[in-house]
Nanobody
């Protein structure tokens, strides 16, 4: 499975941005898909994930501001980020997992895409 993340950029605080992660593989719809992020000088942290069923999980820091829809027909998962804050600045990574019953995918990783939120 190969994951290709895109959509990062510079945005002002309060703005919105949508990240995309396109996946190869014929069984995309079965994977748990997720997003993680790593800010400068910090460890990588979980942001959000979505199971095959559509059940989504969010970290407390983004709950209510971010959404993680998936389009199985396009083999793509998105991260819609609203009400962005400077502390959301990080490199964002998408991940996939073949285990359909977990909330923290880590079998496959894409390259990161940088999101910078200016104050």
């Amino acid at each position: 499975v190969q994951l290709q993340a895109s959509g990062g950029g510079l945005v002002q605080a309060g703005g919105s941005l949508r990240l995309s992660c396109a996946a190869s593989g014929r069984t995309f719809s079965n994977y748990v898909m997720g997003w993680f992020r790593q800010a400068p000088g910090k460890e990588r942290e979980f942001v959000a994930s979505i199971r095959r069923s559509g059940r989504s999980t969010y970290s407390d820091s983004v709950k209510g501001r971010f959404a993680i829809p998936r389009d199985n027909a396009k083999n793509t998962v998105y991260l819609q980020m609203n009400s962005l804050k400077p502390e959301d600045t990080a490199v964002y990574y998408c991940a996939a997992d073949e285990n359909p019953y977990i909330d923290y995918p880590d079998d496959y990783w894409g390259q990161g895409t940088l999101v910078t939120v200016s104050s």
